[in-house]
Each structure stands twice: as structure tokens, then as C-alpha cells.
């Protein structure tokens, strides 16, 4: 992107066994206001430009940033990005940091980063990618107030709010494990 005022790499965690699943760049495209978007890749190597949701209701520590770029003194990891309400189960909520509602293919929305907010609000980071079969992967073990970044495979393509819980509740018996694993 030629117009590009505001740039920064969010995520590079990716460990060579997990190479081929994302790599993340976060850009402010003048041409579109208001609208940050990140670039993913999939495991095919397909690059696809998302989205980013923000939370209206998020406080910036500096005015002139977005609250997930300049979040408050103690916020919460992926502070800035909206829990997605409908979502929660058994006390674990899904949040999305990219549009899931935004189609990067004839089926819907096939990639996207999330994240979940386990019962005692605490949080992980997950990406995930439409595929054949329910693939997990750990990218990072728990630190620095999160408890992991995780890689799901989901079954199905998101035009939904519904099928974006759907994919939840699949990933949620693993959720659930890698949750109460994290805790001291």
C-alpha cells in the first residue's frame, strides 16, 4: 500500500514450526479513514487484508492512537478490540480483532485473528483458518499477562455472527484444556 501513515509490526511470534501459518502487518490506510487493517497469510501462502474491529467504547492513553495501539496503564491484553458478547459460553468469550464478517472469499470470511476471555478474565490470542479437519497448534506459551497464542483450523466459513460461535464452540473443549492448563 502506497498510502500507509502509520505502520508497525503487531505479531511476529511465529516459531519455524509455525511458519507457514501467519505472519501479521497492521497499517492505517489514509485512502480508507478510521480503518486499520491487517494482512494475514495463510497456510497456502495466500495474503488476504482484514479489517481490524475496534471498540468504540476503549480509552487511548494517547488521543491521537487507537486504545490497541496506546492502551491505558494495567488494560488487559487486546485491549482496544470488542468482546463479541454472543459468543460466551460456559464463561469463556470470544473477541475479535479482525472483521469476521468481512468476505475474503465466495464462502465468507475464511481467516481471522480473535481472542478469548476466559472466566476469570484473563485472555489468549487465536488465529484461525477455515479448513478440513480441527488442526490446534501452540505458537507461544503463556506470558506477559496472556495465557498463549494458539493456531485453530474450524470447519466452517464465517457470514455469521452465529457461525462465528459455531467455530467457537468447536475450538472451546481445547480452549478449556489450554485455559486451565495456564493457570499456576
Excluded at 480503518?35 to 491521537?64: A, C, F, H
Excluded at 481471522?112 to 476469570?120: K, N, R, S, T, Y
Aim: aromatic share 12%.
Amino acid at each position: 500500500m502506497r498510502h500507509v501513515i502509520f505502520a508497525i509490526c503487531l505479531c511476529c511470534l511465529f516459531v519455524t514450526a509455525c511458519s507457514q501459518i501467519a505472519t501479521q502487518d497492521t497499517k492505517m490506510d489514509i485512502n480508507s479513514p478510521g480503518y486499520w487493517k491487517t494482512v494475514l497469510t495463510k497456510r497456502s501462502g495466500e495474503k488476504v487484508t482484514k479489517n481490524m474491529l475496534i471498540d468504540s467504547q476503549s480509552k487511548s492513553s494517547e488521543p491521537s492512537k487507537p486504545a490497541f495501539i496506546a492502551p491505558p496503564p494495567n488494560a488487559k491484553p487486546f485491549y482496544g478490540h470488542p468482546l463479541i458478547q454472543e459468543t460466551n459460553t460456559d464463561g469463556f468469550t470470544m473477541g475479535a480483532i479482525t472483521d469476521f464478517l468481512e468476505k475474503d472469499s465466495d464462502e465468507g470470511c475464511t481467516i481471522g485473528d480473535a481472542f478469548v476471555e476466559g472466566p476469570d478474565g484473563t485472555r489468549a490470542l487465536i488465529y484461525w483458518e477455515v479448513g478440513e479437519g480441527l488442526l490446534f497448534q501452540t505458537i507461544e506459551k503463556p506470558k506477559d499477562g496472556r495465557w498463549g497464542v494458539y493456531y485453530f483450523v474450524v470447519p466452517k466459513a464465517v457470514n455469521s455472527v452465529d457461525d462465528f460461535k459455531y467455530n467457537f464452540i468447536v475450538m472451546l473443549p481445547k480452549i478449556k484444556e489450554l485455559y486451565q492448563r495456564a493457570k499456576p
